[in-house]
């Protein structure tokens, strides 16, 4: 490529105006195996696309887990690393309506940051008794109950996950507050018996806010949402599974300079597997998400977070996310 043809590639990206830069929230949710593929929504903090306005985002999550649990007639072993990437594609399709699809691509691998993470958890003191007894560089997810193997994985191939739509429309717009509502819909086309799909077919509703919406410096701005999801038939563990899940999440942001914004979020759902005696499963999970955006333009920016989970073993101790998204 040319670098008269790159000139020209940055001048648009850093040209085309999006009004002002738009904060907003991580689109992340548990990336634990085992819960990853149902069909948790993404939310942009109340905003919705104009008509015909075009927004496209790549999200890169990379998730460690290293976690074990044997009690009563349950044993539970989740050992790998997990590379998914969500492309989420916007657009206004009426003046008061978005449509969005979500495409990811899965694939579970050998701890690679294993090494890594176990220095963290030494230097810091955190808790991982698990890692202690795994071994670096491998890969079994392993579900037993009743002396009966439900669930046993050690290889994978990158392949597509269940695909979702959602449609927003807002209902509050004004200088300091927007809210939106959204319906959602994920649909089974991953493979469930490698881990990459959920083998069920996912529907809900949300709603979405966010208070002091637009980008100024030196300033916070405030994000929330909450929702319900219903989860269908056919997943792996069908007869432990719950089907009715509550969601959400709070974070705020700052503009600590015209290009810097520094994030926090906290993402939280209720148990999947309820009939599950392991925290792993049957536990609801708060997972805490840090990092910051860097605009590059109004319409152009790179995020880059952190993800811990609060409530022990209920989530990846260990997730990394890799964003780009550009509003057109």
Do not use: C
């Amino acid at each position: 490529m040319s670098l008269r043809l790159v000139s020209i590639i940055l001048f648009f990206f850093m040209s085309n105006t999006y009004a002002q830069k738009i904060v907003e929230p991580y689109p992340s949710h548990n990336q634990s195996p085992l819960i990853h593929f149902f069909g948790l929504p993404n939310h942009y903090g109340g905003k919705v696309l104009s008509k015909n306005d075009f927004a496209f985002g790549s999200y890169l999550n990379i998730a460690n887990n290293a976690t074990s649990s044997e009690l009563l007639t349950e044993a539970i072993y989740l050992d790998g690393e997990m590379y998914r990437n969500d492309l989420i594609l916007r657009y206004g399709l009426l003046d008061y309506l978005q449509i969005e699809m979500t495409i990811p691509l899965v694939r579970h691998s050998t701890g690679v940051m294993d090494p890594i993470i176990v220095g963290w958890h030494d230097t810091f003191g955190l808790p991982g008794k698990s890692r202690e007894v795994m071994s670096n560089f491998d890969l079994t997810y392993l579900y037993r109950e009743n002396e009966e193997t439900h669930i046993l994985m050690n290889e994978s191939k990158l392949k597509f996950g269940d695909i979702a739509l959602k449609l927003d429309m807002p209902v509050l717009n004004n200088k300091i507050h927007v809210v939106s509502v959204g319906a959602f819909f994920k649909f089974s086309t991953g493979n469930k018996t490698q881990l990459i799909g959920s083998g069920t077919n996912d529907l809900g509703g949300h709603i979405s806010g966010k208070i002091v919406p637009t980008y100024r410096e030196k300033t916070f701005t405030y994000f929330y949402s909450a929702g319900y999801m219903h989860i269908g038939s056919g997943a792996l563990l069908s007869d432990i599974l719950t089907k009715n899940i509550v969601f959400g999440s709070v974070g705020s942001a700052f503009g600590l300079s015209k290009s810097w914004v520094p994030k926090v979020q906290f993402d939280f759902h209720s148990g999947f597997y309820k009939k599950s005696a392991t925290k792993q499963l049957g536990r609801e999970s708060i997972q805490l998400v840090l990092g910051t955006d860097y605009f590059i333009s109004d319409n152009l920016n790179l995020s880059l977070s952190f993800s811990e989970d609060l409530i022990v073993n209920t989530a990846p101790d260990f997730v990394l996310q890799f964003g780009v998204s550009y509003k057109l």
